[in-house]
């Protein structure tokens, strides 16, 4: 007689069959779902739904509103629209997954792509999902998957394991072909039922899927040009370096040249900036310049470097931030769970900004508000007194600053609007992206915990308000800004690890936080580390590392 175990489902009592999956437990609770139930959380670890019960626990799962598992299930779209292809179009090419574009995901082919073949491997994309196809998992020897790499012609795949110190490794089996995925997987194909293709162009095309920010629908593709244009242009540079994966990149420091990259990079880096300085510089109508970005984009460096560049055209900068001109904290608008809403544009006194920025403009004399973030009133200084003359420029930097609400009372040849966003120019290879969001987060980690005394928990538990506030008030007004820069730097990882790691060991099994941290983890583990002694104190890895020379 087989063996009865106590467990709780969403702190629910509930008695199964020792051995019994996760996968056939789920069935029980799909109707309470919006969508396919994708893991399951077990005793505040996340599990696939193969995985089976074997003792009492407490188990929650999971579908695509929950944020860890909506990566879960774009990396199975991912792997099902690969195999799809290639029993398709084998003989013409292959696919490679690029990066974020808008909600979605810009993946590129090998081979010209045509309308009809992204429609017929939409088609054929659903077809297996109706046959609800297994996803296996498969532990082998580390040396076994990568001779089974080299075979299949994967090098970057193999060279990635090879960097790995692991006995063995899971790879998932859809049908027959392996492959190594850098997350869990869905169990079966029947999850995956949510998705769009949209072609783009010859070269590639969009999936997307719900995210946790579409309220369970699959959102609308809306191309982002100039975001895109910098993401194939720091693409092309690092395909030009043979850099285009972590593979390449451990490469690079194996062989001794991590201090060439550096250099390299912050010339290129400051060259870009270089160049936007001079445009600003050669346009005599610009009087302001307004710098927006999502959390750890580099908006601190970025902003002083550009004074400094500047200043070598004759100019002189003058910097403000719109936080000095928040309204006072029993003004600011609340959340609907009481919480203050700093983040939305109501919570700038936009009048009194306005206002400001005209009296600047017409060479009257202000005095700046300069907010007191402890007793939440803005405070005013003679010593904070300013007057804009001839040759000055007013670099203005906030989250709103690319909102065309603002400033709506100066002419638009008057401001110049620069985008700033920490794009992740490599992968980890031609499958597996590295999020922006996650470059972004370590770098956050590391400054909050080096400069603001937060603990790498701190920064996890206030992440998601942050991300839901680039979501509604940032990315949304990107393609408002003149000019994008990309402020992500090829080589941080391995610099970022040094710091990073320690801080991310820290966080404790118990904690709600401890498998994001594993997650990231995990990502930094495939790079080798980089020390930061040849990182030049005018980087933008400084504002983050420490020893920056503008603070």
């Known amino acids: ?14 008695i199964v069959k020792k051995g019994i999956t996760l996968l056939e437990l789920s069935k029980m609770y799909d109707e309470l779902f919006m969508h396919k139930i994708i893991l399951a959380k077990v005793d505040g670890e996340y599990h696939e739904l193969n995985d089976t019960i074997t003792k009492p626990c407490k188990i929650q799962f999971l579908d695509l509103n929950d944020s860890y598992a909506n990566r879960v299930y774009l990396n199975g779209l991912v792997f099902l629209t690969n195999y799809c292809f290639q029993e398709l179009y084998k003989n013409k090419g292959y696919l490679l997954t690029r990066h974020s574009a808008d909600k979605g995901l810009y993946i590129e082919a090998t081979c010209d792509l045509t309308r009809d073949m992204v429609y017929e491997l939409e088609a054929r994309m659903n077809e297996a999902v109706k046959d609800n196809m297994k996803i296996h998992k498969v532990t082998i020897l580390r040396d076994d998957a990568i001779a089974y790499f080299n075979e299949v012609k994967d090098y970057k795949k193999a060279g990635l394991l090879e960097y790995m110190t692991n006995t063995f490794v899971n790879l998932y089996r859809m049908g ?5 995925m850098f997350s869990l997987m869905p169990s079966e194909t029947s999850a995956l039922n949510e998705f769009k293709l949209t072609y783009l162009n010859e070269d590639g095309f969009i999936l997307r899927f719900p995210t946790v920010y579409s309220n369970g629908e699959i959102p609308k593709y809306r191309h982002h040009a100039k975001l895109f244009e910098v993401f194939r242009d720091s693409k092309e540079m690092c395909k030009l370096m043979e850099l285009e994966t972590s593979v390449d990149l451990n490469n690079i420091i194996t062989r001794g040249k ?37 959390s750890s984009s580099g908006k601190t460096t970025t902003t002083r470097k550009l004074s400094m560049y500047l200043s070598s055209f004759g100019l002189k900068p003058k910097m403000l931030s719109m936080d000095d001109f928040f309204v006072e904290r029993e003004d600011t608008p609340k959340k609907a769970n009481g919480e203050y809403d700093f983040e939305c544009l109501e919570a700038v006194d936009l009048g009194l900004f306005n206002k400001t920025m005209d009296k600047l403009l017409k060479g009257e004399k202000v005095i700046l508000p300069v907010f007191n973030f402890i007793t939440g009133k803005k405070e005013y200084d003679k010593a904070n007194e300013m007057k804009l003359e001839k040759s000055d420029i007013l670099l203005i930097e906030g989250i709103h600053c690319l909102n065309p609400n603002i400033l709506t009372n100066i002419e638009p040849s008057k401001k110049m609007k620069i985008y700033l966003s920490a794009l992740t120019e490599i992968n980890i290879d ?54 994008t820069l990309n402020t992500g730097l090829v080589y941080e990882f391995p610099v970022l690890k040094v710091y990073a790691l320690p801080l991310l060991y820290t966080v404790s099994r118990d904690s709600k936080y401890y498998e994001d941290a594993k997650r990231l983890i995990r990502l930094l583990d495939i790079f080798l580390p980089v020390a930061s002694d040849e990182v030049p104190n005018d980087s933008i890895i400084r504002e983050f590392i420490g020893g920056s020379y503008f603070k």
């Open 1 to 14: 007689m087989l063996e009865s175990i106590k467990c709780w489902v969403d702190e629910k009592e509930t």
């Open 176 to 180: 027959n072909t392996y492959n190594y």
């Open 258 to 294: 991590a201090s060439d990259l550096i250099k390299i990079t912050e010339t290129l880096y400051s060259n870009r900036l270089l160049n936007i300085a001079k445009k600003i510089a050669n346009d005599k109508k610009t009087k302001i310049v307004l710098i927006s970005g999502p």
């Open 430 to 483: 031609k499958d597996n992206r590295i999020p922006t969001t996650d470059n972004r987060l370590i770098r956050r980690i590391v400054r909050d915990y080096y400069t603001r005394g937060y603990t790498p928990e701190d920064t996890l538990s206030l992440w998601s308000n942050v991300r839901e506030g680039e979501e509604k008030y940032i990315f949304p007004n990107q393609d408002e800004a003149d000019i």
